[in-house]
C-alpha cells in the first residue's frame, strides 16, 4: 500500500507539475491573442499604421507565449496513458472524444491561422489578415473550450454509462456532455481569468515604458485596451465565479466545505471574508476550526443554495450524510452518508464480479441480476476503493488558502482596472511613478491568482479522479517508482529551462520595443 500512495503520488506530483507550467502560458494566450485582435482592428478600422505598429509588437510577445504553451500542453496529454493508464481504459471513450476534437478541430483551427497571422502582413489583404487573426484566437479558445468539457466531465460525470462486458465507461450522450452546466461555467470562468491575465500584462509593460519615458503612444493606447479588457474578464470572471460556487456547492460539497473551512453545517452559514486555521481541527475532534476569522453572516448560504437560510453542509456532515441534497440526476434525497456510500460502492464492485462470473457461465438469469445491482449502486461506484472516511477530505489548508487568495486578489483586480482606466483617460498615468511601479509589480500576481484557482479546482475534488466514480489510486498506471520519480525531475528541469527562455525572449523583445516592427 505504501508503495502503492508513493507512486499516486509522485504520478500526481508529475502532473501537477506540468499542469501548473501549462497554466503559466495558456491563460496569457487567451488573453494577449484577444488583446491582439482588439488592436488589429482598431488598425483595419482607422488604417492608422501606428496600430499596426503597436499590434505586431503585442503580438511577438503572444507568439512566444503561445509557442510554449502548446509544448507543456503536448506533455500533459500524453501523461494520461503513461501515468494514468487504469483512468484511459477506464474511461477512454468519453474523455477521449473532447480531446481529439480539440486537436483535430482547434488545434489546427488555430495552427493555421497563426501562420498567415505572423508571416502574412503585406502579402494577404488587411480583411484576410485580421480574419486569421481572429480565427487564431478564435481557435486557440475554442481548444480551452474541450480541454475544459474533459475537465468538467472528471469533476461532473454525465452522458454516460458503465459497460460491465468490457469494463469501460461509454459515452450514451454526447451533448450532455458538451452542454454540462459544469463545463459551460468552467469555460467561460477560465477564459474570461485569461482575459484579466493578458489586461494585467499588457498595463504592467506598457507601465514599464511610461517610467522609462520610451514608446510612449504604445504605452498610453496599449494600457487602454489592456485595462478594458482585463475589466470586462474581472466582471465575468466573478459572475461565473458565483454560479461556480453554487455548482460545486450542489456536485461537490466536499469541495466547498474545504474552501471555506466548513467542518460543522448550518443554515444561514456566514462566509470567511479572511481567516487563519487551526493546526489542531481535525474532523473528529472538537476544536475551533480557526484561530482567527472575519465572517460574513449567511453569504455562504446565498452562494451556495440563493436562500439567506440555506443549509449548507461541512466536513462532518458529508461524512454523517441524513441531510437533503440532490443526486447526479437533479432528483432531491437524503444524502447517505460516507459509510453508507462505501457500502454502495463495495456492492457495485461486487456486482461487477458477479456480472463477469455469470458471464463466463453463459448465464444470462444471473447477469441480469448482477448488472441490476450494479447499476442501482453505480453512482457509488468510487467508494468501493476507500478504506479509512479521512481519505475522502481534502488537503483544507491547501485549498482554504488557496481559495482566498483568489478571491482577495480578484477584488484588488477590479479596483486596479477601473483606477487604470479613470486616470488613463483623464492623462495623468505618466506622471505616477509609485502607480507605474505598482502596475508592473501586479504581473506576478495574476500569476499568482490564476495558479491558486487552479489549486482550488483540482486540489479541491480529491480523492476523486472522476467524482465518485474514481479515485486516483485506483486510476495509476502500474509502473514503477523510480520511473515517475525520473520522469518527473526531467520535466522540472525541461519546463524551466523552457519557462527561463521564455522569459528572455520576452525581455529581449520587451527592451527592443517597437523596433524594426
Not at 484566437?137 to 468538467?152: M, P
Not at 443554495?305 to 440532490?326: E, H, L, M, S, W
Amino acid at each position: 500500500m505504501n508503495d502503492l500512495m508513493s507512486l499516486v503520488d509522485w504520478s500526481r506530483g508529475q502532473f501537477a507539475l506540468t499542469a501548473i507550467y501549462h497554466w503559466l502560458f495558456v491563460p496569457l494566450t487567451l488573453g494577449l491573442g484577444l488583446i491582439v485582435a482588439i488592436m488589429e482592428s482598431i488598425y483595419y478600422r482607422t488604417g492608422d499604421e501606428k496600430w499596426k505598429t503597436i499590434t505586431k509588437f503585442w503580438m511577438t510577445l503572444f507568439g512566444v507565449n503561445f509557442a510554449i504553451g502548446v509544448a507543456t500542453g503536448i506533455i500533459l496529454e500524453f501523461e494520461f496513458g503513461t501515468n494514468w493508464s487504469n483512468y484511459s481504459w477506464f474511461v477512454g471513450d468519453i474523455f477521449g472524444a473532447p480531446l481529439a476534437i480539440e486537436g483535430i478541430m482547434a488545434f489546427f483551427m488555430e495552427a493555421t491561422f497563426l501562420a498567415v497571422m505572423f508571416f502574412g502582413w503585406n502579402k494577404v489583404s488587411k480583411r484576410f489578415h485580421l480574419a486569421s487573426t481572429w480565427l487564431t484566437v478564435i481557435g486557440a479558445t475554442i481548444s480551452a473550450l474541450w480541454i475544459l468539457i474533459a475537465n468538467a466531465w472528471m469533476q461532473y460525470p454525465v452522458g454516460m454509462r458503465f459497460d460491465p462486458d468490457t469494463a469501460r465507461n461509454v459515452m450514451d450522450d454526447f451533448w450532455a456532455l458538451v452542454l454540462s452546466p459544469v463545463a459551460t461555467n468552467k469555460f467561460f470562468h477560465a477564459v474570461s481569468a485569461g482575459w484579466v491575465l493578458g489586461g494585467i500584462f499588457t498595463v504592467g509593460i506598457s507601465a514599464w515604458y511610461m517610467l522609462k519615458k520610451r514608446e510612449t503612444e504604445l504605452a498610453q493606447k496599449s494600457m487602454k485596451v489592456g485595462a478594458w479588457v482585463g475589466l470586462v474578464g474581472t466582471l465575468l470572471v466573478s459572475y461565473t465565479g458565483d454560479g461556480s460556487a453554487y455548482q460545486v456547492a450542489e456536485k461537490q460539497p466536499m469541495k466547498l466545505a474545504a474552501m471555506e473551512g466548513v467542518y460543522d453545517g448550518k443554515n444561514g452559514q456566514e462566509l470567511i471574508a479572511f481567516g487563519i486555521l487551526n493546526p489542531d481541527k481535525k474532523f473528529d475532534n472538537d476544536a475551533d476550526p480557526f484561530l482567527f476569522d472575519i465572517p460574513i453572516p449567511k453569504l455562504l448560504s446565498i452562494l451556495a443554495t440563493r436562500q439567506a437560510d440555506g443549509f449548507v453542509p461541512g466536513v462532518n456532515d458529508i461524512i454523517a450524510g441524513g441531510y437533503t441534497a440532490k443526486n447526479i440526476r437533479g432528483e432531491e434525497i437524503i444524502e447517505p452518508s460516507v459509510n453508507q456510500k462505501i457500502e454502495m460502492g463495495v456492492k457495485a464492485r461486487q456486482a461487477f464480479g458477479d456480472y463477469s462470473r455469470a458471464k463466463a457461465e453463459n448465464n444470462t438469469a444471473a447477469m441480469d441480476s448482477a448488472q441490476a445491482v450494479l447499476n442501482a449502486n453505480y453512482d457509488y461506484f468510487g467508494y468501493g476503493y476507500i478504506t479509512d472516511v479521512e481519505q475522502l477530505i481534502p488537503n483544507i489548508p491547501f485549498t482554504f488558502y488557496s481559495f482566498h487568495i483568489m478571491i482577495i486578489l480578484g477584488g484588488y483586480f477590479l479596483v486596479f482596472f477601473i483606477v487604470i482606466l479613470v486616470l488613463a483617460y483623464r492623462n495623468r498615468l505618466a506622471s505616477l511613478k509609485w502607480l507605474q511601479w505598482i502596475c508592473i509589480l501586479t504581473i506576478p500576481l495574476g500569476y499568482v491568482c490564476l495558479q491558486s484557482g487552479w489549486i482550488v479546482a483540482e486540489m479541491g475534488r480529491q480523492p476523486w479522479v472522476i467524482q465518485d466514480i474514481m479515485p486516483t489510486f485506483a486510476a495509476v498506471s502500474k509502473i514503477e517508482v523510480a520511473s515517475v520519480q525520473t520522469t518527473f525531475w526531467l520535466f522540472a528541469v525541461l519546463f524551466t529551462v523552457l519557462l527561463i527562455a521564455e522569459i528572455g525572449i520576452m525581455l529581449k523583445q520587451i527592451k527592443k520595443g517597437t523596433e524594426h516592427k
